[in-house]
């Protein structure tokens, strides 16, 4: 019966061994995402198109164009025309009926020259954006990159205290666009930059528990000791990655709504990343399931003692 005992906790041991180095493949995973233009181009938290963006027919975007020019005009020939009525309301009545008419024809000219003007503007704001934009940007732990229709074509320098500034990128790009995302981090993600930090730092500290809590598995598993020593960062492996598993869901789950609420009148859209989310909380229910394996072994411990 000891000896049944025994053969059942070394069974356990190496499973739950196993589920430990699974968390670490997993968090490998979320490690690897986003960090060079070689990662694989699924593996991210958060993914903001760009492709249809900025929409030329906004509101917002019309305001941004100088109409002065073209509101001149219509001002001008109005006044021109206005004052040839009055000469002719002195002539007779008949040539201030002609005038009337000529008033409504020459602003009615003038107001759809300014509108062309206007819509030409546009056209040409809204292509010169496009060209200085790429077709998307996609956001993991360290960093953020960004690529065309078929590929990515740069990410930025992988950094431990790395936040997705969308407000700050876009405002680079063009002081146009800059006024149109000027609310998201007032109105919307206020706090956001200190709680992305955090989840970075939860990640770190959670990789290296995991890391020991694998080491000292080994240790468990071929030597059986260390019991009491693996069972605490277990725990804190678990209580580590469920933390940032919680704060990288949250926060990029804001982020996804304020760009489509703030941006989305203007052709932009946010998504999640499935793969990366997915590969972040499975480390968190392999890291837990390690450790109710770890607690059963350790029962079996004293059970054959």
């Known amino acids: 019966m000891p000896q049944l005992t025994r053969n059942l906790g070394q069974l356990i041991s190496i499973g739950a061994l196993s589920l430990s180095f699974a968390v670490l493949v997993c968090l490998a995973v979320v490690f690897a995402g986003c960090t060079s233009s070689s990662s694989p181009a699924d593996l991210h938290f958060l993914k903001v198109n760009l492709s249809d ?11 941004s164009i100088d109409l002065s020019g073209a509101s001149s005009s219509i001002t001008d020939g109005v006044t021109s025309v206005a004052g040839s009525v009055t000469e002719g309301m002195d002539s007779a009545a008949s040539e201030a009926s002609t005038a009337v008419e000529s008033i409504a ?4 000219t003038a107001a759809g020259t300014a509108v062309s003007q206007a819509s030409d503007a546009l056209r040409t704001l809204a292509k010169e954006l496009k060209s200085e934009l790429p077709a998307y940007y996609t956001v993991g732990l360290w960093g953020y990159c960004e690529g065309n229709d078929t590929q ?5 320098r992988p950094s431990v205290s790395f936040t997705f500034n ?18 998201i981090d007032e109105k919307v993600l206020n706090g956001y930059y200190d709680v992305s930090r955090a989840v970075t730092s939860l990640y770190i500290s959670g990789f290296v528990a995991a890391t020991l809590t694998a080491v000292l598995g080994i240790r468990k598993t ?3 000791g260390g ?9 804190l492996s678990v209580a580590l990655l469920m933390s940032a598993a919680i704060g990288v869901s949250v926060i990029y789950r804001l982020t996804t709504s304020a760009i489509n609420t703030i941006l989305g009148s203007f052709g932009a859209s946010a998504s999640l990343g499935g793969h990366m989310l997915a590969a972040a909380w499975l480390a968190v229910a392999f ?3 390690s450790l109710l394996a770890w607690l059963i072994r350790s029962c079996c411990c004293c059970c054959s003692n």
């Open 152 to 156: 990515v074509i740069s990410c930025s």
């Open 227 to 235: 019991s009491k020593l693996l069972i605490i960062f277990c725990v």
């Open 105 to 108: 024809t020459k602003a009615s």
């Open 166 to 183: 969308i407000s700050g990128i876009l405002r680079s790009a063009s002081t146009e666009i800059g006024e149109l995302v000027s609310t």
């Open 222 to 224: 071929f030597f059986d």
């Open 287 to 289: 890291s837990i399931i």
């Open 53 to 63: 963006f900025p929409e030329i027919n906004d509101i917002h975007l019309r305001r």
